[in-house]
């Protein structure tokens, strides 16, 4: 494959990954195998992940704002918790065997996909009548929670996220979505200037994937102001997790 070549799968796989992330999550288990291929270390290819994440939340970001999507009530508030739990995630997270956190996550998901199939309604339609004005300390302690799930380990985070938000907090799951991307965007910029840090970033890579995540992302949030979008994010976040669940319990 010439080098021309694997420049437009990494585009193709970050457009791809970026327009999933932004719907539902997991859109890593796409774009990281793709900078592994293209040749980087894998420790490196993580780190210059998080700059096309980085890029493709602000713009995910802006177009929930823009379509009226993106409620500032639930997304602020929850930033710090989530943040702080990443934190002390990723710092006890080298102490443990992530194989055997990827089986138990993987397992989660598997029941997650239950909850997702049994009563899709819940999931699109959220529950408008009982979602309070502001996040509370439980909501605060859940997302702390997911947040030390994010330090652990990235790939599937964004799965977490919606199910906090659609399930703990009652929004819709295209509220939730953009409350999620924002969370993202500071999970990213932690993350990243870790990884700075340490010299585990390319940046010519990370801009290239950045272009396809970017546009993935501008194309995701155009779909989600669709009418009728909410059935079909619904159906891709049940695939989503089908497949994060059986990459997570049974790859390698």
């Known amino acids: 494959m010439t080098h021309y070549a694997i420049c437009v799968a990494v585009v193709a796989a970050g457009f791809l990954a970026g327009f999933i992330n ?11 195998p793709m900078l592994i291929f293209a040749g980087l270390p894998a ?4 780190g210059t992940n998080r700059v096309a ?13 823009n379509q009226g999507m993106l409620d500032w009530r639930w997304a602020l508030p929850l930033v710090l918790p989530a943040t702080l739990g990443a934190i002390v995630g990723a710092r006890v997270a080298v102490d443990l065997p992530e194989m055997t956190l990827r089986r138990v996550i993987g397992g989660i998901m598997v ?16 529950r408008p009548g009982q979602v309070k004005a502001r996040p509370g300390w439980k909501e605060g302690l859940l997302f ?20 906090g938000l659609v399930l703990g907090a009652g929004l819709d799951i295209l509220r939730a979505n953009a409350v999620k991307v924002f969370i993202v965007l500071f999970f990213t910029v932690a993350a990243l200037i870790v ?16 272009v396809g995540n970017m546009s993935g992302a501008w194309a995701g949030t155009r779909f989600a102001a669709r009418p009728g979008a909410a059935v079909w994010v ?12 059986v990459r997570l319990l049974f790859g390698g």
């Open 22 to 32: 932004t719907l539902a999550g997991s859109g890593s288990l796409i774009s990281l």
């Open 43 to 46: 420790t490196v290819a993580n």
């Open 53 to 65: 994440i980085l890029l493709q939340n602000i713009v995910a970001v802006r177009g929930y704002r």
């Open 111 to 126: 029941l997650m996909l239950f909850v997702l199939l049994v009563n899709p309604k819940r999931w699109i339609l959220g």
């Open 144 to 163: 702390f929670l997911i947040g030390i799930y994010g330090g652990f380990i990235q790939a599937g985070v964004g799965i977490f996220l919606l199910a």
């Open 195 to 210: 990884f700075l840090v340490h010299g585990q970033v390319s940046w010519s890579w990370g801009l290239l994937l950045a």
């Open 234 to 245: 619904h159906r891709l976040f049940v695939l989503v997790v089908l497949y994060s669940a």
